[in-house]
């Protein structure tokens, strides 16, 4: 018998196929099925590239407007869920209230579906220095460090804002924020890299985080994988 992490509710656990056979063994089953029926899936029918909203054209309403920039050179991202309200408070209680307990939650959620995605490094997006300070532990890490063989090699600039603070016509005007970290002897030049990320909300922080990997190993083949979109 369990409790869930979210509602407190004593339930049976279930023990997956992936979790079962993973070679990093995972906790049991941390959230019950009533709480996890919350959090919707993305369609079948989405963006090919993002996994946003189709609008009339092939595309997302997003990756048409990185198009204009890119060209063909968009980045990939596969997403699980919608962000819904039931997503949102998670991440409002994991994020800004620093409930760490919660990172168990998002890997129950996404860990059939990473394990799907083989890459020869696995790239979190860093948290903020400021944020870092304050909650005292990296939120991306914290979610698939113990599902893949992270590589840190990326840094983020101290003193540019959080991305969730910021509106869609701000975050777009984003600077870039990221760096690679010197000192790194593996060689990134050519292999598959999948950077990993919580939200895709507008993309500027995987483009920009895509960029400063390509802008020193252009070589890589890189794409992404988030929670939701």
């Known amino acids: ?126 948290t903020s220095p400021e944020h870092l300070a304050q909650r005292q532990f990296d939120t991306v890490s914290s979610i698939y460090g113990s599902l893949v063989s992270l590589t840190p090699v990326l840094g983020k600039k101290a003193g540019l804002g959080a991305q969730g603070e910021k509106n869609r016509a701000e975050r777009l005007r984003s600077a870039q924020s990221f760096f690679v970290k010197k000192n790194f002897t593996i060689n990134f030049q050519k292999c598959k890299i999948l950077l990993l990320d919580d939200i895709y909300t507008t993309g500027r922080t995987l483009y920009h985080a895509r960029d400063a990997l390509a802008e020193v190993f252009p070589n890589a083949k890189i794409s992404s994988f988030t929670l939701c979109r």
């Open 1 to 126: 018998m369990k409790k869930c992490l979210l509602c407190g509710q004593v339930f049976v656990a279930k023990v997956t196929f992936v979790e079962l056979f993973s070679w990093n063994k995972q906790e049991a089953q941390c959230i019950c099925c009533n709480c996890q029926s919350k959090y919707m899936r993305i369609p079948d029918k989405h963006c090919p590239i993002c996994f946003g909203k189709l609008s009339q054209d092939k595309f997302c309403s997003d990756c048409i407007k990185w198009q204009k920039i890119y060209g063909q050179k968009l980045l990939k991202n596969h997403s699980i869920y919608l962000y819904n309200r039931a997503f949102h408070d998670l991440m409002v209680n994991y994020k800004r209230y620093g409930d760490y307990a919660l990172h168990k939650v998002l890997q129950e959620l996404c860990l059939e579906d990473l394990a799907k995605f083989k890459a020869d490094l696995y790239v979190p997006v860093p």
